[in-house]
């Protein structure tokens, strides 16, 4: 507005000044003269308008996106040059309709799909959860028939892949769960394919009118994308008559049930919790199309993920550290709040700053990069646990003896 108005100030001014030069020159030059000069300012102002007009409209059309000669402009069309998101690549697959007698390959469409690397990236990251990486298969396999049926113009019900999650910490969850979204992405499932991790207080408020808008917020940025709710029984709180963990999960249904195209919801959590939680809540329950259990790791699976973190390092264990870390694992897996990978990542992290403490303690001596690289024995013996251990066991041998 502001603009607008200074355009037409200045038009005024120069309309003003205009006429003011013209009675001038009326009153004191001849009339001959003036003719002359009047004629040329209008000729001047001509040419002007008319080269001003032809300037703009070549650049409002070299501006323009170019378009197929006869191609009519989309609502909402995209800046040329930008890519199609695999929902919108999905679209236009559905108008190629084959033909009958035709005939498609699955691993032709897995190939055009690229979701191999998904399945490679959970091999390297997660040792074992057999089970867990077969329902994620039987999930893309699904979907990657859904996608053939498509080109025959074969019409299902859109699938829902509503989830939960349960196991102990430090199982995968987390991982599958990111794999799992870049999959959905990649099958054209979903929009955008990213996650967002919530957990109670990115949903529940604490006061009267404070939930809502906070789940509502946390939902529209997991539009497009995989909603991962991490212990997920904390959002409903039976005991507590104040609190507002039920209408957070009111919204979720409701989104769950009516959006389920644009948004997958994954819950996770302790399965004993979890089973609590669908008891009291069977609507969501009924919502949940998918359970994958993570079972906890065993002792030679977790040696076997302390190597592929120490590979991804440059580090490795000597025949005697890694018998010393078993000795470690072995009793570190008997004691409380054991988190499976994330106890094992945390242990490794410990012994390579004791392996770099002894390397630092004599400085004069050389050092090859083997001796950067092998984590010894020792650095993983000096760990509190192993003194811990001790009076444990000898007060276990004392019990074992026959009275006298």
């Known amino acids: 507005m502001y603009g607008l108005k200074l355009r037409y100030a ?27 000069i009047g004629g040329f300012v209008v000729i001047l102002g001509l040419s002007y308008a008319l080269g001003h007009n ?8 070299g501006s323009r996106p170019s378009r197929a000669a006869g191609a009519r402009p989309q609502r909402g069309e995209r800046k040329s040059g930008g890519r199609k998101s ?46 867990v990486k077969k329902k994620v298969e039987e999930i893309a396999s699904l979907l990657l028939v859904d996608r053939v049926r498509h080109r025959f113009g074969l019409d299902a019900p859109r699938p829902n892949l509503h ?10 969850k987390t991982t599958v769960a990111l794999q799992m979204a870049d999959l959905l992405f990649r099958l054209g499932y979903l929009e955008k394919g990213h996650l967002v991790h919530a957990m109670r207080d990115d949903l529940v408020g604490e006061f009267i009118g404070h939930t809502a808008p906070k789940t509502k917020r946390t939902l529209e940025r997991a539009m497009g994308g995989v909603l991962f709710i991490d212990e997920a029984y904390y959002l409903y709180r039976a005991g507590d008559s104040k609190d507002y963990g039920q209408e957070c999960i ?31 809540n069977p609507g969501m329950s009924s919502r949940i199309a998918h359970h994958l259990d993570f079972a906890p790791y065993k002792l030679d699976e977790l040696v076997a993920i302390g190597r592929a973190m120490l590979d991804r390092s440059a580090y490795y264990l000597s025949a005697d550290a890694e018998m010393a870390f078993r000795e470690y694992l072995t009793l570190r897996m008997g004691q409380p709040r054991f988190a499976n990978a994330r106890s094992v990542r945390n242990e490794l992290e410990r012994t390579r700053l004791r392996h770099a403490f002894r390397l630092a303690a004599e400085p004069e001596l050389s050092r090859s990069k083997d001796d950067l690289m092998r984590l010894e024995a020792a650095d993983i013996l000096a760990s509190p646990l192993f003194a811990l251990a001790e009076p444990v066991s000898a007060i276990e041998e004392s019990a074992r003896r026959p009275p006298r």
């Open 54 to 61: 032809t300037w703009k409209q070549t650049r409002d059309i």
């Open 250 to 280: 009111d919204i979720l249904l409701q989104v769950m049930e009516n959006d389920r195209d644009k948004l997958v919801v994954i819950l996770a959590g302790y399965k004993d919790r979890m089973d609590v939680f669908f008891e009291s």
């Open 86 to 131: 695999r929902a919108e690549a999905r679209a236009s697959r559905r108008v190629e309709i084959l033909h009958p007698e035709e005939t498609v390959t699955l691993s032709a469409e897995r190939e055009a799909a690229e979701i191999e690397d998904v399945f490679s990236s959970l091999d390297n990251q997660l040792v074992g959860l057999v089970p």
């Open 163 to 172: 989830m939960c999650f349960t196991g102990d910490p430090g199982t995968g």
């Open 10 to 36: 200045k038009s005024s001014l120069l309309i003003v000044a205009s006429l003011i030069a013209i009675i001038l020159a009326f009153s004191y030059l001849p009339h001959a003269l003036l003719a002359i």
